[in-house]
């Protein structure tokens, strides 16, 4: 079965401060991947995402990721984060034969000013 | 616009109500889907609609019961929940199953 892992499940930084957060998948198929956060009392939001070319993509609010497709990992990383970058992030992997997206455990980030 | 609306914002019921949780989209996605999350946990799929059919169902108890009327609607049936069917139930849709999913906010519900 798919799975995705996330290695840091709690996580705190201060302002200023480089973050990357883990995610790796186990299946070996063709999969789009997905970063998404849900700011306090807020809906899930897409930071960004990976279908296919440039492995290194960018999203919103400064987040990017680089996928690694030998390494089946999606790391998630910001040069600089901000007290408003406070959230729950997950990692989703999309399984484009079976359609369904599974996502990480999720990493609660704390950013104390 | 890639909003997704939900309805009712929270939902307590008894276990031998009978309610429905309702879902819309108006950006002419063909996929819609239900998941529910536990706090602290992730969201977990639970069923998948590709236009208007339903073409993923992961083992979830027929007390759930969803249903498709159009290609902007979404509603889920709920009878004789339990209360560990307590959770955050979130709906999304994305233009075709394998594209990007955009989440409404979620209907809190607690059955007592």
């Known amino acids: 079965a798919q799975s995705v892992s996330q290695h840091n499940h709690h996580v705190i930084l201060s302002e200023a401060a480089s973050l990357e957060l883990g995610c790796n998948y186990s299946?070996?198929?063709?999969?789009?991947l997905f970063w998404y956060v849900q700011y306090p009392g807020q809906h899930l939001q897409l930071l960004l995402k990976?279908?296919?070319?440039?492995?290194l993509v960018k999203g919103i609010k400064g987040f990017e990721a680089e996928f690694i497709k030998s390494k089946f990992s999606f790391n998630l990383r910001k040069p600089s984060v901000q007290w408003s970058d406070t959230a729950e992030y997950f990692c989703?992997?999309?399984?484009?034969?079976?359609?369904?997206?599974?996502f990480g455990t999720g990493t609660r980030l704390l950013v104390s000013p | 616009d890639t909003e997704v609306t939900q309805t009712p914002k929270h939902l307590v019921m008894g276990m031998t109500n009978k309610k429905s949780l309702k879902c819309e989209q108006h950006?002419?996605?063909?996929?819609m889907y239900w998941y529910k999350q536990k706090a602290k946990k992730p969201p977990e799929l639970m069923f998948v609609?590709?236009?208007?059919?339903?073409?993923i169902n992961e083992s979830v108890p027929s007390r759930f019961s969803p249903e498709c009327p159009n290609s902007s609607l979404l509603n889920l049936h709920l009878h004789a929940l339990q209360p560990e069917d307590s959770a955050l139930y979130l709906c999304?849709?994305?233009?075709?199953?394998?594209?990007?999913?955009?989440f409404g906010p979620g209907t809190r519900l607690t059955v007592l």
């Open positions: 999304a849709s994305s233009p075709w199953t394998t594209d990007t999913q955009y």
């Open positions: 299946y070996g198929g063709t999969v789009n």
């Open positions: 609609y590709s236009y208007e059919k339903l073409s």
């Open positions: 990976y279908f296919s070319g440039d492995p």
């Open positions: 989703a992997v999309l399984n484009t034969g079976f359609q369904k997206l599974v």
């Open positions: 950006m002419g996605h063909r996929a």
